[in-house]
């Protein structure tokens, strides 16, 4: 049957205490029901038939004469070679560099790719830092007895240490929540309380909330009201921790005084943005990863893919109409015809717009982004591949001070305003002077060059003085 997708929803987690209680399915290896013919028990499909049993659209070829559009339709028809040719190739192969297994999301399969349609972005964000705030959802709530009303968690962190009255409240040891709500201080007494963690969801059209944890001890507020400090003594540290890495929704997790969402009246989330949009590209997370930047506004990390060549304008174009034309209900069959003919992306104008690079020749523009998706993977602060590491800030200033390890004549990875003494130059266009392979190394084709165009601009960046 050929692959399908529906917007993905995500699991809820209970829990008591510190105690957490997962649904866990059975293991048995009696054989799938045939969904083909019947419902399952219990079910009914209406009329119709089941709804993921869509059926393959096709749609009428475009028969303009534009080149990257007509590459585009031609390598990549349907959401299935869109895929197999492009998002497996770029974003699937390595482990640990790439998204496959446990890197977020995996992308190896088919399956997997239809599975960001509706996902959350910033799932497996590494550090606050990391986190854009239109992927911020809307945070769980704390009830605290003896105090009127709930509050929305902004995020939380325990300091270690035992509790002292001394220093500001934000420094002291202790489990620290800061809200998106202001607690009335007036009203509030620093003593013993139970605090209860709540999440709102709706259940058949009506908003209900849950309470899924419990904290007590004695707590402490700041002066604005917007800081909450429980004490934690060492026996209930792991206590503590465990709420901290319980999976409590936090609606400022980036710490930056911006939340990203809030549901509406209904209980209904907005804001908050999906890997995949259907319909639109221009929110779409996955294709600020490759843009490096979402409608005006810079997208915090490394822009993507790191490992691989960034996507061609005619792989972008694929990708853009792929997303344009995905129901606003997130269900398609991915063996559908991708809609070139119709797509808003396939108007030569917008093709600018979907160029990965900067515009510039300096190094933050054109120079940084062509190392960082070529060479990234290999030579990031936590590979950095022959001592070597070209993602970061403070790179720029190490190539223009430090001499390859390896090289016999001891030259600088960057010799501003001369390409031939400049060893990272010489290694990307394989010079006869180098030791070992030229970069960068494509793990599934072996050594691949970079295009003529981007190492004459490497080259004239050099050669002008390595510009900033």
């Given at each position: 049957m050929a692959l399908l997708s529906s917007r993905s929803t995500g699991a809820l987690v209970f829990l008591s205490g510190v105690g957490v209680f997962s649904a866990l399915a059975c293991s048995s290896k009696a054989p799938p029901p045939d969904l083909t013919s019947s419902p399952p028990d219990g079910l009914q499909w209406g009329e119709g038939g089941p709804s993921f049993l869509t059926e393959p659209t096709s749609a009428e070829a475009y028969a303009g004469d534009n080149s990257a559009v007509n590459e585009a339709?031609?390598?990549?028809?349907?959401?299935?070679?869109?895929?197999?040719?492009?998002?497996?190739?770029?974003?699937?192969?390595?482990?640990?560099?790439?998204?496959?297994?446990?890197?977020?999301?995996?992308?190896?399969?088919?399956?997997?790719?239809?599975?960001?349609?509706?996902?959350?972005?910033?799932?497996?964000?590494?550090?606050?830092?990391?986190?854009?705030?239109?992927?911020?959802?809307?945070?769980?709530?704390?009830?605290?007895?003896?105090?009127?009303?709930?509050?929305?968690?902004?995020?939380?962190?325990?300091?270690?240490?035992?509790?002292?009255?001394?220093?500001?409240?934000?420094?002291?040891?202790?489990?620290?929540?800061?809200?998106?709500?202001?607690?009335?201080?007036?009203?509030?007494?620093?003593?013993?309380?139970?605090?209860?963690?709540?999440?709102?969801?709706?259940?058949?059209?009506?908003?209900?909330?849950?309470?899924?944890?419990?904290?007590?001890g004695r707590w402490h507020l700041s002066d604005d009201g917007r800081q909450l400090l429980a004490e934690v003594p060492n026996y209930r540290r792991e206590v503590a921790n465990g709420l901290v890495t319980s999976g409590i929704s936090q609606g400022d997790m980036n710490r930056n005084g911006v939340f990203g969402a809030r549901p509406d009246d209904d209980g209904k989330m907005t804001g908050a943005l999906s890997l995949i949009e259907p319909g639109d590209p221009e929110t779409s997370y996955l294709v600020a990863r490759l843009r490096g930047h979402m409608q005006g506004k810079s997208v915090p990390g490394t822009r993507m893919p790191l490992a691989n060549p960034p996507f061609s304008v005619a792989e972008m174009i694929s990708l853009f109409c792929f997303i344009e034309g995905i129901p606003e209900n997130g269900v398609l069959n991915l063996a559908?015809?991708?809609?070139?003919?119709?797509?808003?992306?396939?108007?030569?104008?917008?093709?600018?717009?979907?160029?990965?690079?900067?515009?510039?020749?300096?190094?933050?523009?054109?120079?940084?982004?062509?190392?960082?998706?070529?060479?990234?993977?290999?030579?990031?602060?936590?590979?950095?591949?022959?001592?070597?590491?070209?993602?970061?800030?403070?790179?720029?200033?190490?190539?223009?001070?430090?001499?390859?390890?390896?090289?016999?004549?001891?030259?600088?990875?960057?010799?501003?305003?001369?390409?031939?003494?400049?060893?990272?130059?010489l290694k990307l266009i394989n010079d006869p002077s180098i030791v070992g392979k030229g970069m960068p190394i494509d793990p599934l084709a072996g050594t691949t060059e970079l295009s003529k165009d981007e190492l004459a601009d490497i080259e004239a960046w050099i050669r002008d003085g390595a510009a900033p």
């Amino acid at each position: 049957m050929a692959l399908l997708s529906s917007r993905s929803t995500g699991a809820l987690v209970f829990l008591s205490g510190v105690g957490v209680f997962s649904a866990l399915a059975c293991s048995s290896k009696a054989p799938p029901p045939d969904l083909t013919s019947s419902p399952p028990d219990g079910l009914q499909w209406g009329e119709g038939g089941p709804s993921f049993l869509t059926e393959p659209t096709s749609a009428e070829a475009y028969a303009g004469d534009n080149s990257a559009v007509n590459e585009a339709q031609r390598r990549l028809p349907t959401g299935s070679a869109l895929h197999s040719e492009v998002i497996l190739r770029s974003c699937g192969p390595l482990g640990g560099v790439c998204h496959n297994r446990k890197e977020y999301p995996d992308l190896r399969s088919p399956s997997n790719f239809l599975g960001v349609i509706g996902a959350p972005c910033n799932v497996q964000s590494g550090t606050p830092e990391g986190i854009f705030d239109r992927c911020e959802r809307p945070g769980d709530r704390i009830r605290l007895s003896g105090v009127d009303g709930t509050y929305e968690i902004g995020w939380l962190e325990v300091v270690p240490g035992e509790y002292s009255e001394e220093g500001e409240l934000s420094e002291r040891p202790g489990l620290h929540i800061y809200l998106g709500d202001t607690i009335d201080t007036n009203e509030f007494r620093n003593s013993y309380k139970t605090a209860n963690f709540e999440r709102s969801f709706v259940s058949a059209g009506d908003v209900e909330v849950l309470g899924f944890a419990t904290y007590s001890g004695r707590w402490h507020l700041s002066d604005d009201g917007r800081q909450l400090l429980a004490e934690v003594p060492n026996y209930r540290r792991e206590v503590a921790n465990g709420l901290v890495t319980s999976g409590i929704s936090q609606g400022d997790m980036n710490r930056n005084g911006v939340f990203g969402a809030r549901p509406d009246d209904d209980g209904k989330m907005t804001g908050a943005l999906s890997l995949i949009e259907p319909g639109d590209p221009e929110t779409s997370y996955l294709v600020a990863r490759l843009r490096g930047h979402m409608q005006g506004k810079s997208v915090p990390g490394t822009r993507m893919p790191l490992a691989n060549p960034p996507f061609s304008v005619a792989e972008m174009i694929s990708l853009f109409c792929f997303i344009e034309g995905i129901p606003e209900n997130g269900v398609l069959n991915l063996a559908s015809d991708i809609d070139y003919k119709n797509c808003s992306y396939a108007e030569p104008k917008t093709h600018e717009a979907l160029q990965i690079e900067g515009a510039g020749k300096n190094w933050s523009d054109r120079v940084s982004p062509l190392l960082e998706a070529n060479c990234g993977g290999c030579h990031s602060e936590e590979r950095a591949l022959g001592g070597l590491v070209l993602v970061g800030e403070e790179v720029l200033d190490s190539l223009l001070a430090t001499a390859s390890p390896t090289d016999k004549e001891g030259r600088l990875f960057i010799s501003a305003g001369d390409p031939t003494q400049s060893y990272l130059y010489l290694k990307l266009i394989n010079d006869p002077s180098i030791v070992g392979k030229g970069m960068p190394i494509d793990p599934l084709a072996g050594t691949t060059e970079l295009s003529k165009d981007e190492l004459a601009d490497i080259e004239a960046w050099i050669r002008d003085g390595a510009a900033p």
